[in-house]
Structure formats: C-alpha cells, structure tokens
C-alpha cells in the first residue's frame, strides 16, 4: 500500500482518535527500515492533526531518525537487555547503536517510552531490571519506563509463516514477580515517574 492508500484508513478513524485522546503509532517489523513512507504518512497524520508515535528497535543511524522527529508525539523503543553480550545472544546484534540513539533522543523534545519485555529465561531477571533502569536513570532520565509482562499468544504467529517458536512452554509471569521487577526498577530509577506495569 500507498502512503496515500495508508492514510486513507487512517483518516476514516481520525474523529475517534480526537475523541479518545489515540493517534497512530507506526510498529512492525520495523518501520525506519522505510524512512521515506514513515516520514509522508506523519506528515499526512501531522496535517490532519492525528497524534503520532512510533514503535522501533532504533538501530538505524540517527540521520533516519533526525527528520521525523518533529513530526513525533512520542517514540516507544526496547532495552531487552542492557549487557551487550547477553542481547547479541537474545537478538543477534548488538544493542549499541540503540543504546547511543537514545542518549540523542533524551536531549529532544519528544517524549521517549522504554519498555522491557519481562522474557523468562532471557530478560526477566532482577541484575537486567536493575542495570536497565539504572542506564534509564543517567543516560534518559524524563523518559518513562515500562515493564511487559510476557504474552505467549505470539506463538501462535509462527506456524503460518514457517518459523519455529523457540519459548513453547513460556508462560506470563504471576502478578507477585511482574511487581518485583516493578519494586526493583522504582528503586533503581531515580527518575520521579519511576515504573509503570
């Protein structure tokens, strides 16, 4: 699709958005990987007085980033794991370049969201909540931090396009362990918003 066919159903909810206090927030996949699309269908959402975020790994090089940043209302980004070694294992790149984004965005305007995933066996451990929200606390301090109880009901994604899923038997986490890591990330955040689950 179009940008122009994209904003066409964008625009058949745009009194409900105003209504409700939503916008649209462009996710994936990952949408920087189409720099020139995401920037013509903000500019159509910005001109239409839509709210606008976007959802991204943020491993793109910040000249990408740069020319939208106006047309932002907020950014939604990762940090699955905070040590290197440990997120190349988890994703296969390393966190790097996301990491240094961030610290640019920190010092724009627009209102940053960093989320952790609570992944059992990867990221759902007290040392990774305790270093993210510590990393949070220097490098991005106005930025808000979540924490995502894990949804096993992406498995279900897998079969129909051939992949195997490599977490069967995960489960969400119990409310006591999800408001743990809560507990420890408002500790470790010296931010006043702290953590939200």
């Known amino acids: 699709m179009g940008v122009d066919e994209v904003f066409q159903v964008i625009a058949a909810d745009a009194d409900y958005y105003r209504a409700s206090g939503g916008g649209v927030t462009l996710s994936g996949g990952e949408p920087l990987l189409q720099p020139a699309f995401v920037q013509s269908l903000l500019e159509r959402c910005r001109e239409a007085g839509i709210d606008t975020a976007i959802e991204s790994n943020l491993s793109v090089s910040y000249s ?11 950014i939604f980004c990762d940090i699955k794991l905070l040590d290197d070694s440990r997120h190349r294992a988890a994703t296969g790149v390393s966190n790097r370049l996301l990491l240094a984004n961030l610290e640019r965005l920190a010092g724009e305007a627009v209102p940053l969201v960093i989320r952790t995933p609570l992944i059992p066996g990867w990221t759902a451990d007290d040392d990774n909540i305790r270093a993210i929200a510590r990393w949070i606390a220097q490098h991005c301090p106005r930025a808000d931090y979540e924490l995502l109880n894990y949804n096993p009901f992406a498995k279900a994604k897998y079969e129909p396009i051939g992949q195997t899923y490599t977490l069967p038997d995960a489960q969400a986490l119990p409310p006591e362990t999800v408001r743990r890591f809560v507990a420890i990330a408002r500790t470790e955040h010296s931010s006043s918003r702290g953590a939200t689950a």
């Open 64 to 74: 990408i980033l740069e020319p939208i940043l106006p047309l932002l209302d907020r």
